[in-house]
């Protein structure tokens, strides 16, 4: 046999071999993606709570929905406007205040992260919860908490929310069914 | 070297090469079996706050311990058990409520999840802590805190819980020891 | 082509294929590395609350740089003494203590971790929050929030903190400053 056919055939061997020796983990990647799906959970709330619209936005996919309850919020632009509105707000707020605190402070939190990952699509659910100090004192609270439902896609290589629907158990008709949301 | 032989070689060689070449990483899989196990963990918590019965007992090994603190519970049945009590008192509590109020929710959260995977075993601590809001505001309130120490054991693939003892610092006898439970 | 040549070509192929094949993912390890690091975060929470200046100097590099808010402390032995010094007023405290209720617990907690990974290097952000019982009636309460700016780097396959800067809502000159830590 020359030289060329061996190498040939060597390497329909390798690859045949190292698809079936690799583990499904390192193939189908669950720990690779859900770490990814982490961070971009976890930036979510970074942007969210400093108000970036740009960086809240940009874990959306270009015609992703945000929906917090109050209607479906639709494509980066839009969601970018409203974080937008949230920071104009909060500064307004802040410019009116004559108390001579620092700002206050809020804190959107995730746990529970579950997670399933098919391919290049994913279903999450999480658990959030926010704590704020916007009283006299700053003092921490623990102000309220509720849910995620979430899609999420990934296009070229990185992880970004398709859809997220957010449960708030402060808001009689945002608040969670009685069934288990995740499985 | 006809073929044949060329091609058992190549396979040789590739199947030598192929677990050379893959990092440590990608052949004992922390990152997987921390992933899967995060996805366990998180899992059971919607389970339990959300009273589902058969989600909550499939993370536990056929044979699983969950220990709260009032004594071991024994296999699947048992703890299917346990939590089919909890929610049928819940909902006698609901139908007993006249208050006009949407049903109170309960979250217990996860968090500081350390874990030591050897194998199909592996040793978790973690920390827990729950909000509620039952109460005539249904204002969200934090309510408990304590610690996990668990055992898991991987099964065609799939970690479960082998035991989960619960240790609860609203509880005299339920308390953390003083001496560092991690590592 | 004499069998040891086919062998050596097989090899090459296998070699070249292999690295063509695994996916990124398992070449970067971004899944194992957070993986890590996520066990290190948690690790350091257990060693804090508990007391164990052993395994809390331990998370950092041996001259690593732990800054709390008051100034920087450098190095694990300087850390370690920080943590005895803890230990040694809990244990005063307790001592002195009259009511017959056990010791107080307190449980530093972190979420929404934030890791941008390259090679042996990584930067973190991620958000603390503090609840503890040091009341008498042993209730839990959120008391403090805040986060942090990490630095981290892998020493022997082992990941370290090389410098942790601790951001606390509760002080003035501690808090975030208002543009977005992450990214």
Same mark, same amino acid.
């Given at each position: 046999m020359p030289k060329a056919t061996c190498f040939v055939w060597s390497g329909i061997a390798a690859l045949l071999l190292t698809f079936a020796v690799l583990p499904a983990s390192a193939q189908t990647g669950y720990g690779e993606d859900? @770490?990814? #799906?982490?961070?971009?959970? %976890?930036r979510y709330m970074f942007a969210l709570d400093f108000r970036d619209p740009e960086a809240?936005?940009?874990t959306f996919t270009p015609d992703g929905v945000l929906d917090y309850?109050? $209607?479906? #919020?639709? $494509?980066?632009? @839009? #969601?970018?406007? /409203? #974080?937008?509105?949230?920071?104009?707000? %909060?500064? +307004?707020?802040? %410019?009116?205040? =004559?108390?001579? *605190?620092?700002? +206050? %402070?809020g804190r959107h939190n995730i746990s529970n992260i579950v997670l399933r990952i098919e391919g290049d699509k994913a279903v999450g659910r999480a658990y959030w919860f926010h704590m704020g100090n916007n009283n006299p004192k700053r003092t921490a609270t *623990?102000?309220? /908490? $509720?849910?995620?439902?979430?899609?999420? =896609?990934? =296009?070229? $290589?990185?992880?970004? /929310?398709?859809?997220?629907?957010i449960y708030n158990e402060q808001v009689d008709k945002w608040a969670a069914r009685s069934s288990n949301p995740a499985w």
């Open positions: 859900r @770490a990814r #799906i982490e961070d971009l959970q %976890a809240y936005a940009s309850g109050a $209607g479906e #919020i639709r $494509g980066r632009e @839009a #969601i970018k406007s /409203f #974080i937008n509105e949230s920071r104009k707000n %909060a500064e +307004a707020q802040a %410019a009116k205040d =004559v108390s001579g *605190l620092r700002p +206050a %402070a *623990l102000d309220s /908490f $509720g849910h995620y439902e979430d899609e999420m =896609v990934k =296009v070229n $290589g990185q992880w970004l /929310f398709s859809k997220r629907k």
